[in-house]
């Protein structure tokens, strides 16, 4: 098996995590949607007030794929959880174990930052990766519906 390593994001790697989002959204079938810049990826992910954060899975030294995850919070565990917000694998390298690298490498990061849970969302028809999430034993939170304002629904709520 090749060795992988996770290591920070840092700003030069900005190109490279827009890249993967479009990789990521084209997978999802969604790839119209990306809207986000490469300025907007260096602003929003490695400016000082950046509240998400980004690492780079390598094998080799070649990035071959990226996670971005956040800090929310439960009201209920009074603590923190960290957010997965992306997870993505360039296709050459799914099976060699980099998505499982990852995830253990977030959830060392939950846990030694006190983190009540670790949490993601997966599109409903992604067989690969639910399977995957439940081999590793994470669980569905069926219960549960998303909703969303966004756009112009956004804008004119605000108002």
Known sequence: MEQIKIRKADKSDAETILRFITDLATYEKAEHEVKATLLDIESSLFSPQSTAHAIICEVKGEPVG??????????????????????????????????????????????????GRFEWCVLDW????????????????????????????LIEFSK
């Open 66 to 115: 990226f996670a971005v995850y956040f800090y929310n919070y439960s009201t209920w565990l009074g603590k923190n959880g960290l957010y997965l917000e992306d997870l993505y694998v360039s296709p050459e390298y799914r099976g060699l174990g980099a998505g499982k690298v990852i995830l253990k490498y977030l959830a060392k990061l939950a846990v030694e930052n006190g983190c």
């Open 126 to 153: 992604n067989e690969p990766a639910i399977n995957f999430y439940k081999s590793i034993g994470a669980k569905p939170q069926d219960e549960w519906v998303n909703y969303r304002l966004s756009g112009s629904a």
